[in-house]
């Protein structure tokens, strides 16, 4: 989804949610975000993949209907639906990306941030969510080095051969790229609240700053 006409000097934001289909309360909260926000989205360029995995989704399923873990297409191997989805993002930039995911191992909330502009912004994202989840603890989180729920490291092309979405996000299109990680052990009803405020925070900072 995109804004038929979008204001001319409007942040442009990307959103995507739902490339696992088991990690429903990333959909289901940048779905009630859309809904709860009219307003904001005609004061943005959104660009929004409420969910990139439907089959997933409705099977309850992390990969697609071949066994593919499409978060590791975008790079040499992109299945019909990726190359669908980069042909839409052709030659567009965007101030802020959000990947919206969630993580069965988790502790709490935790988010990716590829350290590109500054100040960085991921510190302000987890103390909205803190009040519907508890940030993650772990001093290492996915075997990378994470501070008060926040694992921010640079990324260079060849750090993984099958690049995740996050990694063509920033080498081609955005300014600032975060991915969200809720717990999916717990409430979903808390994860999908902590997604909105997320969500609400980072496109404030995004319109704040222009």
Same mark, same amino acid.
């Given at each position: 989804?995109?804004?038929?006409?979008?204001p001319?000097?409007?942040?442009?934001?990307?959103?995507?949610?739902g490339?696992?289909?088991?990690?429903?309360?990333?959909?289901?909260?940048?779905?009630?975000?859309?809904?709860?926000?009219?307003?904001?989205?005609?004061?943005?360029?959104?660009?929004?993949?409420?969910?990139?995995?439907p089959?997933?989704?409705?099977?309850n399923?992390?990969?697609?209907?071949?066994?593919?873990?499409?978060?590791?297409?975008?790079?040499?191997?992109?299945?019909?639906?990726?190359?669908?989805?980069?042909? %839409?993002?052709? /030659?567009?930039?965007? !101030? &802020?990306?959000?990947?919206?995911? @969630?993580?069965?191992?988790? =502790?709490?909330?935790?988010?990716?941030?590829?350290?590109?502009?500054?100040?960085?912004?991921?510190?302000?994202?987890?103390?909205?969510?803190?009040?519907?989840?508890?940030?993650?603890?772990?001093?290492?989180?996915?075997g990378?080095?994470a501070?008060?729920?926040? %694992?921010?490291? /640079?990324?260079?092309p !060849? &750090?993984m051969?099958?690049?995740? @979405?996050?990694?063509?996000l =920033?080498?081609?299109?955005?300014g600032?790229?975060?991915?969200?990680?809720t717990?999916?052990?717990?409430d979903?009803?808390?994860r999908?609240?902590?997604?909105?405020a997320?969500?609400?925070t980072?496109?404030?900072?995004?319109?704040?700053t222009?």
């Open positions: 989804m995109e804004a038929a006409r979008p001319a000097n409007a942040p442009a934001i990307y959103f995507s949610a490339i696992h289909g088991d990690e429903a309360a990333a959909t289901e909260g940048l779905l009630a975000w859309a809904e709860k926000n009219p307003a904001i989205l005609k004061t943005i360029r959104p660009l929004i993949f409420p969910c990139l995995n089959w997933g989704l409705v099977h399923n992390r990969l697609d209907e071949r066994g593919r873990d499409l978060n590791r297409c975008y790079g040499k191997r992109k299945p019909p639906q990726i190359r669908d989805q980069i042909l %839409v993002m052709e /030659k567009r930039t965007f !101030d &802020l990306a959000l990947t919206l995911h @969630e993580d069965y191992d988790a =502790h709490g909330i935790y988010i990716y941030e590829v350290p590109a502009k500054k100040p960085y912004w991921a510190e302000k994202l987890l103390a909205a969510a803190s009040a519907h989840l508890p940030s993650d603890s772990r001093s290492r989180i996915e990378r080095s501070k008060n729920g926040i %694992v921010r490291r /640079k990324i260079s !060849d &750090l051969p099958d690049w995740p @979405e996050a990694f063509l =920033h080498f081609q299109h955005s600032r790229t975060f991915t969200i990680e717990p999916s052990e717990m979903i009803a808390l999908v609240v902590a997604h909105v997320v969500i609400e980072a496109v404030a900072e995004c319109l704040a222009r």
